[in-house]
Structures are given as structure tokens and as C-alpha cells.
T-cell receptor, first 112, second 114 residues
Framework: QKEVEQNSGPLSVPEGAIASLNCTYS??????FFWYRQYSGKSPELIMF????GDKEDGRFTAQLNKASQYVSLLIRDSQPSDSATYLC????????????FGAGTRLFVKA | ETGVTQSPTHLIKTRGQQVTLRCSSQ?????VSWYQQALGQGPQFIFQ???????GRGNFPPRFSGLQFPNYSSELNVNALELDDSALYLC?????????????FGDGTRLSIL
């Protein structure tokens, strides 16, 4: 079992729709959860992070965390073509001062 | 606030050679982590440095080694380069022991092995 799992996609949504990206993790001791966006050939860019159960909203983005189910998701409302990228889920595990483990990423395409 | 900087941006090497990649951490950060990202994959954790010592290592062979300096900057050294080492190498900085603050990434070094 991979430590952090994501559906590789591609996920295709029309412009203006809600994109839903999911991530599961294996280490129950995981402390914090991050979503990064990565455009082709570029480095990851932080979108949001969450460490308490429930929802956290920031503009068009909502992160959801359910530690009992070991599940974290990212919702993108009013999706724009510029949101087309790979979205990486990252989990901070309490090993050696906390190390961050990444999923393989989900490719999102927003069709104009 | 100075962000994470990496050098060089691109590098071409041949099999068997050695390479050194450099990273300057964001101001105020004392921990540097290195990742390897192959095409189409997520970043794979190589190792992490704090107080000039390796603290945590992923599933990478000993020919991947590193250093951290008193100013928290870091180097990644790879010996006996193999074709599979071709990847984007990412450096990220953070604060040691703080779980709920994100890492900040540099722009990466694209390494190509011929």
C-alpha cells in the first residue's frame, strides 16, 4: 500500500464546474495535509493546508479532512482553464522531525 | 522574505559522472528536504537535513548524499550517475518540528543523464 494515494486522472471538467480531487493516506499518525498545484515543468505551488477534521475554505478552494477515514480532498469551485494542472496531495508524517510524503498527483483539465 | 533558491536550473551529465546541486533555504527556515521527481510522478522524498545532519531518508541508495551548512543552505550530491537519475530535483525548506506549516519549494534543477 502506498503511503499517499491519488487517482492519477486525468480528471476533465467543464469551465465553471466543481472539480473534486481525492487523496487517501496510510499513516494514522499523520499530522498535516497539503495540496500543491504543479504546472508542467514547474515546481509545486502551495494551494492550501489543513490539519483539523472538517472543511477549510480559501476563495474558490475548499480542503476537507476526515482523519477517521484517512481521507483528504480538495474542491475547486468555478473551475477555470488556468486551473488545469497536476494537483499533488502531501502528508506530513511524524518521522524524524516530520517528513512530507507526496502522492503521484491528479491531472486536472478544465475545458473552456 | 527571501524564498528558496536552487542552482543550477538545468544540467546535463553522462552516466558514471558525479553531480552537485545547491539549495538556499527560505529565510527563517532551518530544515531542508530534497525530492526527486521523475516525469509523470509525484516528488519522491530523498532526505532531510537539520542542524547539518541527515534526519530522515527515503528509499534512495547511498550514492545520494547531502550536506547542510551553518547558514542552512544545502547540497545534494549524486555519484555514479545512472540514466534513471534523470529527473527534476526539488529542494524545500521548513521549520524543524513544526507539523502544521508548509514546505516552500525552489524552482528545481532539471538533471538529464545521457
Amino acid at each position: 500500500q502506498k503511503e499517499v494515494e491519488q487517482n492519477s486522472g486525468p480528471l476533465s471538467v467543464p469551465e465553471g464546474a466543481i472539480a473534486s480531487l481525492n487523496c487517501t493516506y496510510s499513516d494514522r499518525g499523520s499530522q498535516s495535509f497539503f495540496w500543491y498545484r504543479q504546472y508542467s515543468g514547474k515546481s509545486p505551488e502551495l494551494i492550501m493546508f489543513i490539519y483539523s477534521n472538517g472543511d477549510k475554505e480559501d476563495g474558490r478552494f475548499t480542503a476537507q479532512l476526515n482523519k477517521a477515514s484517512q481521507y483528504v480532498s480538495l474542491l475547486i469551485r468555478d473551475s477555470q482553464p488556468s486551473d488545469s494542472a497536476t494537483y499533488l496531495c502531501a502528508v506530513r508524517v511524524p518521522t524524524g522531525g516530520f517528513k512530507t510524503i507526496f502522492g503521484a498527483g491528479t491531472r486536472l483539465f478544465v475545458k473552456a | 522574505e527571501t524564498g528558496v533558491t536552487q542552482s543550477p536550473t538545468h544540467l546535463i551529465k553522462t552516466r558514471g559522472q558525479q553531480v552537485t546541486l545547491r539549495c538556499s533555504s527560505q529565510s527563517g527556515h532551518n530544515t531542508v528536504s530534497w525530492y526527486q521527481q521523475a516525469l509523470g510522478q509525484g516528488p519522491q522524498f530523498i532526505f532531510q537535513y537539520y542542524r547539518e545532519e541527515e534526519n530522515g531518508r527515503g528509499n534512495f541508495p547511498p550514492r545520494f548524499s547531502g550536506l547542510q551548512f551553518p547558514n542552512y543552505s544545502s547540497e545534494l550530491n549524486v555519484n555514479a550517475l545512472e540514466l534513471d537519475d534523470s529527473a527534476l530535483y526539488l529542494c524545500a525548506s521548513s521549520l524543524w518540528g513544526v507539523s502544521n506549516q508548509p514546505q516552500h519549494f525552489g524552482d528545481g534543477t532539471r538533471l538529464s543523464i545521457l
